[in-house]
């Protein structure tokens, strides 16, 4: 189990152990062999718990408690008609910040198809430009507003990503939202 700088990085294994000892599930004696098989099968239930919570806390925990990675090189960009279409790879769970070559500032807030503030981004004369740029979230793609001096190419793609390589990144503080998780388990005895 590593720990850095109060970030965790776990294999499925030691996610399963971290969550028994947070819940109190995990037994203190291990000089002893004990074999059930009329019961549920612990781990395998645990482990579909931690990974809805692990996707619950990717969707929605504040970026900071959560990996972050620049995919830049990763984004396959389409300009047209004054916006750019950008294809979000498939680790990508959600943007953080984006800047497009020739925007006066980075976009971290991103609007939501179906508002108003996206519906204006449609019309050349309402869209945000190279000062006020805008990015409408439709989930595997971003449509960019682009002004006179905007260029199709990508300064910065921060978004949250889940680790490719099946392990757990996340903040020590949430730590703290696993028993949430727990309170809605079922009774296992």
Not at 45 to 67: F, G, M, N, S
Not at 109 to 134: V, Y
Request: proline residues 5%; contains cysteine; glycine residues 4%.
């Amino acid at each position: 189990m590593e720990n850095n700088n109060q970030f965790y990085n776990l294999t499925q294994r030691e996610m399963l152990d971290l969550w028994k000892q947070v819940m109190r599930l995990d037994t203190p004696r291990r000089d002893c062999t004990v074999e059930w098989d009329d019961g549920i099968d612990l781990d395998a239930l645990l482990t579909t718990h931690i990974k809805q919570w692990y996707a619950h806390q990717l969707a929605t925990a504040p970026a900071h408690l959560l990996p972050i990675e620049d995919v830049k090189d990763l984004v396959a960009l389409t300009a047209s008609d004054g916006m750019v279409i950008a294809s979000v790879p498939s680790q990508c769970v959600r943007p953080v910040e984006w800047r497009l070559l020739g925007w006066k500032r980075g976009v971290t807030e991103f609007l939501d198809p179906c508002s108003h503030e996206a519906m204006l981004q449609i019309n050349e004369w309402t869209r945000g430009g190279d000062c006020n740029p805008a990015i409408i979230d439709y989930g595997f793609q971003l449509l960019m507003t682009a002004g006179s001096s905007t260029t199709a190419k990508l300064l910065t793609a921060r978004c949250v990503v889940r680790p490719t390589d099946g392990t757990f990144r996340f903040h020590s503080q949430l730590l703290s939202t696993i028993p949430e998780w727990k309170a809605s388990l079922p009774t296992l005895l």
